[in-house]
């Protein structure tokens, strides 16, 4: 076990740098874990190049990351049924467990929770953090660390899918094939979805997209709601998950979605208030469900990516160690083209 | 049996007048009903004032009315399970019963779906009419005319708190109290709704909200956010119902809503675009869920009734005989704040 | 505040005493109750009688009595949410919170609940007793301490009737209507049942089943299948719920249950293996769904009773002091067919 | 288009022979198809060796056979949306779509139902057979013949998974893997199931199983409870499905169900009351799910054996020729145990 603690912090001048920190001690119900990986969100980006993101602002430095996995090292009191040496992915939405929505098994709508790497609570790139016993999930037998840094996002399609209640064979439209797009369209898949469209407006996305199992639709060169129709044999998506965070996407949901059909908004679109078609809502007699992160979501998530119905390989673009930290996040913010996921990795990779 | 068929027509320059026409003979599996009472629906004062609705557009002359009740009179070939002298409720919207909507349980969004009134298919505003003997649904023991006349906008009342899959005992909200929310708030209470708050801005429709159970809340007196959070413990509505067909209240659902609450669209808002905070659904995790029409609501309209659980003769404020329909429709498009639901009754009532 | 806490025990050799003990100190997140009346349950009289119940053994003594209300009279460290003077219903279950039934919502199926009363965890029949802040729940204003200490079976109809579904219009049949039978046909008509059918022997139970809106069936006099069929269109009832807790009322619910419906299982029948017809579960695809307890149920349970849609008042026969509860036991217990519901009142309750 | 119709004929006295029969003709909103392939079920087999099944008794000469596809070769009168030359399966059910159930979505529960093959109602093993044109689904391109007749058991499967709303990531146990068994291995992994468990006897069939996805259980040499303990780190199974069609399977279901699972019975026992351990659904407040064939499952069958998430290739063991279809039916009924389907082509297949 190292005997230090690196910890990487963001101030609201957009800088980042790696500091020491003394170890944490694990309180009684909690694990010590050596974190091995992190991937870097779309949020993590957000906050670093604008320093506000939501009803969130950076005022004073913190550690950004919550996509992360490692190695339990030590047990708080009290804690059963986790080991030191386990392989654990981290969720980092700890819920207060007392309020109605805690109780109702919907956890992440408790006004409480701590989400790690908010600004004011600190995230997860670093040597070593604890958390509750039971948000340490544990990683099957042969994941790897990046796979395992992968599992909070693909949590987030598979509560999205959940949010769904996807029928088997259904037709599922996915709206925007960024990180979280693409890992929906597998979730989708490993759903039993019938068919999975990805419209985006990217090559490179769409090509993943394809390659993972959906039927791209290019919508720079077809008009979105003819090529749905067309696809469909006129009907329109059973299921419509909106990833691409854009008003436009938002605004287009509806229109390609099937009379009686369920729409997921995952994305959150840039404006405050989108002109939306309410009247589809009620012509078509629409669901539209909101999702924020998720809950109940890591098992799942663990396993699908453990028995391979979810691949997270083909995401993962780039990595850096974590001595390199801050050139990750230049290096994803300068070139939103070409990266989809990085990855951040505790000990150097090894050369080649 | 009376050997006229009175009918009521409306054509495009506003005119409304009774014609007699043939008593229609009933075709296999239909019954030939001697109608009895009509509501006038708001979408039937809407095509008599401006001749045009969403998509349908008054051209040639035809027969309004789709809130009925009467007597069968005759039954078509093969008919089993209904019987001449049997009360029943119309159920105005004739499906195609072999879509995939109509396989699923959703009859009322099969795309071929006949419903009676609309522009170009004949109402039930006359004395006569035939429609499948499952369309016509038994009246329990008791029921009157007028209650019968009302079962169509309560059915309407009943899919919408069916969508929402109220729970015992949640904290509903009802924004605007005319005919269909009055009704939804009886539903919600009957579905058991611990608590039933009333939005609305007319004083008699407030306190017929009250008399029938709900608490009201005056939005030109009180800022409606802070009022339903007073009310509800700083929690919102668990379930919100906008029965009051504006963009306003459109506006308002998902922000007097509380966290993973249901909002239910029921009314159509005067404009095609709302400017509608997505980020609100997203935030609290939300399901919007819109309404057309109803399917299977009959039945438990019905029961409901039958039983008292829903009382339908305090909406009810006006009534006229078949022979002043004409005078019916102009007084309600007159007097919208003193009309809630008009009857038609094909036989003059009684004096006094 | 009265400075002792008497404290009911029960032993082995079926004896019941009082003794003081010293008054708890509220835990951090805890709260102090002075308790204000118990409702005695049909497992605390067995208890009592057989000293053995299911997997569970009286071998020390321990205090019963889990259908407790009172008065905070004291918070632990860190609690917000409750006051001192609050009138609050006890919810007796206390589950772990962190394994993945209490995440999922259905924290009664938590494997390490703390359920109070069961031997070897005190329950509640003394002066003073301290529970999880979140697990004592406000009463509305005007519910007497009577009521209040109803409140954890009318949770258990509640629950039955929320794994239920129950569409609104619903027929509902419930088998046995002892004091959890006849808040369950309550909870089914706050619910929205179109008719609820009441099944029993005893005439007193039958007639109390009538009064609070339920049809009565005397399965002594009449076929019981034949009956439900005759009441029901020939159907069956759309929703049959067991709470009498006999081999014989489970196996007949499926043959009273309409094609496509719901068994709500309550009862826990007096043999182990119970002769079931797994056809016509089968030929009928019904649903058949235990339960066991309640999660989520006590705030509806406090709002359907505080606003009269559930009344309590009807059930209880018999009222006792706390310094008499060794002889209410034993009058329970000797006269089941007069007893529905025992209160016991921690104050003398005033004469007359 | 060939000129005769051979039919195949079943009689009481277990006689199996072909005769022909005019081809014929399609009525209003129906299709003649010219059939392809038949799978043969077990229920027909059944009738074979001992002329009943259930209610259901052999008496006049029938045809059975209801697992089949073929061409579209004619359009009955108002036929939309169904083109000559195109490749349908069969789905065998037809229901009144009049009645609750049909009008609920639950026709297969319609009391009113013409299911092909049922003694009394001719089935589909013969060339030309009429079914209402939205009971012929097309099939997706690239389906063979022999795929197509395997879509009615894989519907039977894709029914009993949409009855258990299959949660992502859920451990899942099927007891039985004869044909319906090892499609519903393939059904839930396909619904996103985290792990498939398979119980049987038989080595072949949980090598088959194994093949397929699933862990084997071999049941006469490990003891289930304990093993399905071993291998779901003590939970249990989330969702049981009982496809074995025995007593002993059916009493097993509970006990390798975990805490809040579901239980979906498939399977017919062979005895009509099962000692069943009421108290397990109630300890765990377990859902019992009956399956009684499907609704609305053709068409995610077909979506998914089309684009590979259920084969159906692998469980095929034998085929023959329409003209030697007794022989296929002596042939399945004399080697239960090398059999798991047979396909009956109506063309002889090529040799080799």
Request: hydrophobic residues 45%.
């Amino acid at each position: 076990m190292a005997d230090i603690n690196r910890v990487l912090r963001l101030d609201a001048n957009h800088r980042l740098w790696l500091e020491e920190q003394p170890i944490p001690v694990p309180d009684a119900g909690e694990v010590l874990i050596r974190v091995r990986a992190n991937g870097i969100c779309g949020s993590d980006l957000h906050f670093f190049a604008r320093g506000t993101l939501g009803p969130y602002v950076v005022t004073e430095p913190y550690t950004p990351g919550h996509e992360a996995c490692g190695e339990i090292v030590a047990l708080g009191a009290g804690v059963t049924g986790r080991r030191v040496g386990e392989a654990v992915a981290i969720e980092p939405g700890i819920p207060c467990r007392r309020c109605r929505y805690c109780k109702m098994g919907r956890y992440n709508q408790c006004p409480d929770v701590r989400f790690l790497s908010v600004p004011g609570i600190d995230g997860t790139l670093r040597d070593y953090v604890t958390v509750p016993a039971d948000f340490a999930h544990p990683m099957p037998p042969g994941m790897s660390w990046e796979q395992g840094a992968c599992i909070e996002p693909v949590a987030v399609a598979v509560h999205a899918i959940n949010r769904a209640r996807l029928a088997l064979g259904a037709t599922v439209a996915v709206l925007g094939v960024g990180p979280i797009g693409l890992l929906t369209v597998q979730a989708a898949l490993a759903a039993g979805a019938g068919q999975v469209l990805a419209l985006d407006r990217q090559e490179m996305r769409l090509a993943l997209a394809r390659e993972l199992g959906a039927t791209p639709v290019h919508i720079a060169r077809e008009e979105p709601v003819q090529a749905v129709r067309a696809l469909t044999g006129g009907e329109g998506a059973d299921v419509t998950l909106e990833t691409a965070g854009h008003s436009s996407a938002t605004m287009l949901a509806p229109e390609i979605t099937a009379t009686a059909g369920v729409i997921v908004q995952v994305g959150w679109p840039e404006i405050e208030r989108v002109p939306y078609k309410i009247e589809t809502i009620l012509a078509k007699e629409l669901d539209l469900r909101g999702v924020n992160r998720y809950a109940n979501a890591f098992p799942p998530a663990l396993s699908l990516v453990g028995r391979g119905a979810i691949r997270v390989q083909p995401i993962i673009t780039h990595r850096f160690a974590l001595e390199d930290a801050p050139a990750a996040f230049a290096f994803a913010h300068a070139h939103p083209d070409q990266v989809i996921k990085v990855i951040v990795l505790n000990e150097k990779p090894p050369a080649g």
